[in-house]
C-alpha cells in the first residue's frame, strides 16, 4: 500500500492532483490541512471520494501547519505519518504577490525547511515532490533553463524571492533524497470545463475585456515582444502525477510551461476574438499602456492590480525541454492557448469573481 502525504490541501490544485493519483486504487492519502480549512478538507474529501468511487477511509485529514515544528501534528500523529509515508507532495505556500516579507518568509521559506526536514525522516520515502513556479527566475531576462536555478538579478516582490529560497532548500538534498522539482508557469482554469477558483493572472486580461467586449476588445493594450506564459491547470496535474511514476524524473527540475506561448499581443487578439467576435483595430504603446496602469485609478478601472501589472511586461522565455522528453512519451503535451480560451471565457461568464 502507498501512502502518499499532501501539503497544500484542499486547494485547487492539491485536490485535483489527488483525483488523479487516487486511481491508483493501492494508494491511500495524508491530507495536511490548516485547521481554519477543515470544512472545505471535508468537503473536498467527500467529493474525492464520489469522483474516484473510492473508500472516504483512504483519505487521512490531518490538522496541522507547515510552519510549526513537527507540522504542528502530536507526537501520535507525527509518528504514524513518518513511518508509512512512501510519497510526499509538498504544494503548500502562500501565492499572494502583494504577500508581506515576513509572512513570505515564514510560510514558504520556513515551512519548507519543516517539511524537508519531516522528509529527511521518513524512512520508506521513494520520492518527494516540490512545486515551485517559473518565477524564482526573479528579474532575469532571456531563456530561463530548467537546469539553473541560482542568480543575482533580484525579484519584483517576496513571493518570488521566498519561492527562490524555498526551491534553494529543496534543490540541496537531491544528493540525498529522490526529489522532482516541478516549476509551473501562470496557471490558469481546466481546458476542458474552464474551471477555477483563482481569478489572477490571465484573468486579469479576461475580466477587463468581458467588462464591455465590443468596446474593449477593439484597442490591444498587449505588447509584441513580451509573451506570458499560461497553462491549464489540467495540464499541471496530470503532468505531476505522470511524472509521479516515472523513475527518470528523480533529480529533476522541470518547467511545466507552454512551448509555445502567445505574446501578450496575441493573447488579447485570442481572448477579443472569442469574447467578441473580432480583434482589436488599434495598438497602444507597451510604455504607454505600463505607465498607464502603474497609476492609482487604474486598478478600480481595469481590474488589474498594480503588484500583477510586472508580469505582463517579463522578457523569460522558459525551456521546457526536460519536462517535454519526460511526458511527451507518455502522451502528456501542454495545449496551446487558442484551443482552450472558450472554456476559460465560459466559465467566468457563468460564475463571475465574487
Given at each position: 500500500?502507498?501512502?502518499?502525504?499532501?501539503?497544500?490541501?484542499?486547494?485547487?490544485?492539491?485536490?485535483?492532483?489527488?483525483?488523479?493519483?487516487?486511481?491508483?486504487?493501492?494508494?491511500?492519502?495524508?491530507?495536511?490541512?490548516?485547521?481554519?480549512?477543515?470544512?472545505r478538507?471535508?468537503?473536498?474529501?467527500?467529493?474525492?471520494?464520489?469522483?474516484?468511487?473510492?473508500?472516504?477511509?483512504?483519505?487521512?485529514?490531518?490538522?496541522?501547519?507547515?510552519?510549526?515544528?513537527?507540522?504542528?501534528?502530536?507526537?501520535?500523529?507525527?509518528?504514524?505519518?513518518?513511518?508509512?509515508?512512501?510519497?510526499?507532495?509538498?504544494?503548500?505556500?502562500?501565492?499572494?504577490?502583494?504577500?508581506?516579507?515576513?509572512?513570505?518568509?515564514?510560510?514558504?521559506?520556513?515551512?519548507?525547511?519543516?517539511?524537508?526536514?519531516?522528509?529527511?525522516?521518513?524512512?520508506?520515502?521513494?520520492?518527494?515532490?516540490?512545486?515551485?513556479?517559473?518565477?524564482?527566475?526573479?528579474?532575469?531576462?532571456?531563456?530561463?533553463?530548467?537546469?539553473?536555478?541560482?542568480?543575482?538579478?533580484?525579484?519584483?516582490?517576496?513571493?518570488?524571492?521566498?519561492?527562490?529560497?524555498?526551491?534553494?532548500e529543496?534543490?540541496?538534498?537531491?544528493?540525498?533524497l529522490?526529489?522532482?522539482?516541478?516549476?509551473?508557469?501562470?496557471?490558469?482554469?481546466?481546458?476542458?470545463?474552464?474551471?477555477?477558483?483563482?481569478?489572477?493572472?490571465?484573468?486579469?486580461?479576461?475580466n477587463?475585456i468581458?467588462?464591455?467586449?465590443?468596446?474593449?476588445?477593439?484597442?490591444?493594450?498587449?505588447?509584441?515582444?513580451?509573451?506570458?506564459?499560461?497553462?491549464?491547470?489540467?495540464?499541471?496535474?496530470?503532468?505531476?502525477?505522470?511524472?509521479?511514476?516515472?523513475?527518470r524524473?528523480?533529480g529533476?527540475?522541470?518547467?511545466?510551461?507552454?512551448?509555445?506561448?502567445?505574446?501578450?499581443?496575441?493573447?488579447?487578439?485570442?481572448?477579443?476574438?472569442?469574447?467578441?467576435?473580432?480583434?482589436?483595430?488599434?495598438?497602444?504603446?507597451?510604455?504607454?499602456?505600463?505607465?498607464?496602469?502603474q497609476?492609482?485609478?487604474?486598478?478600480?478601472?481595469?481590474?488589474?492590480?498594480?503588484?500583477g501589472?510586472?508580469?505582463?511586461?517579463?522578457?523569460?522565455i522558459y525551456d521546457?525541454?526536460?519536462?517535454?522528453?519526460?511526458?511527451?512519451p507518455?502522451?502528456v503535451v501542454?495545449?496551446s492557448?487558442?484551443?482552450?480560451?472558450h472554456?476559460?471565457?465560459?466559465?467566468?461568464?457563468?460564475?463571475?469573481?465574487?
Open positions: 500500500m502507498k501512502t502518499i502525504f499532501v501539503t497544500g490541501f484542499p486547494g485547487f490544485i492539491a485536490g485535483r492532483l489527488i483525483e488523479l493519483l487516487a486511481q491508483d486504487d493501492n494508494a491511500r492519502f495524508l491530507l495536511l490541512v490548516e485547521p481554519r480549512f477543515g470544512a478538507a471535508r468537503a473536498e474529501i467527500a467529493r474525492l471520494a464520489q469522483k474516484t468511487a473510492g473508500d472516504r477511509d483512504r483519505f487521512h485529514l490531518l490538522e496541522g501547519d507547515i510552519t510549526q515544528p513537527q507540522l504542528g501534528l502530536s507526537t501520535m500523529e507525527f509518528e504514524r505519518a513518518r513511518e508509512e509515508t512512501t510519497a510526499l507532495f509538498h504544494l503548500a505556500a502562500i501565492y499572494d504577490l502583494a504577500v508581506a516579507r515576513d509572512v513570505a518568509m515564514r510560510v514558504n521559506v520556513e515551512g519548507t525547511r519543516n517539511v524537508n526536514r519531516f522528509a529527511l525522516k521518513l524512512p520508506r520515502l521513494e520520492r518527494y515532490h516540490y512545486v515551485s513556479t517559473c518565477y524564482v527566475a526573479g528579474k532575469r531576462t532571456g531563456l530561463i533553463r530548467e537546469t539553473e536555478l541560482e542568480h543575482s538579478a533580484g525579484f519584483r516582490n517576496f513571493y518570488e524571492e521566498s519561492k527562490y529560497l524555498a526551491e534553494l529543496v534543490d540541496r538534498l537531491k544528493d540525498c529522490p526529489i522532482t522539482i516541478y516549476r509551473p508557469a501562470v496557471v490558469c482554469g481546466d481546458s476542458k470545463t474552464g474551471e477555477t477558483t483563482k481569478y489572477d493572472g490571465i484573468y486579469y486580461l479576461i477587463y468581458l467588462m464591455q467586449p465590443d468596446l474593449l476588445s477593439l484597442v490591444n493594450i498587449g505588447n509584441k515582444r513580451v509573451r506570458l506564459n499560461v497553462v491549464p491547470v489540467d495540464f499541471v496535474v496530470r503532468a505531476m502525477a505522470t511524472l509521479a511514476r516515472d523513475e524524473a528523480i529533476a527540475t522541470v518547467h511545466l510551461a507552454d512551448p509555445e506561448p502567445l505574446t501578450t499581443y496575441d493573447l488579447f487578439e485570442t481572448i477579443a476574438e472569442a469574447a467578441a467576435g473580432h480583434g482589436s483595430r488599434l495598438h497602444v504603446p507597451p510604455t504607454l499602456v505600463r505607465s498607464t496602469l497609476l492609482p485609478f487604474s486598478e478600480t478601472i481595469t481590474g488589474l492590480p498594480r503588484v501589472v510586472p508580469y505582463f511586461f517579463i522578457e523569460q521546457t525541454t526536460r519536462a517535454r522528453e519526460l511526458l511527451e507518455h502522451g501542454c495545449p492557448f487558442p484551443s482552450y480560451v472554456a476559460l471565457i465560459a466559465y467566468v461568464r457563468a460564475h463571475p469573481q465574487p
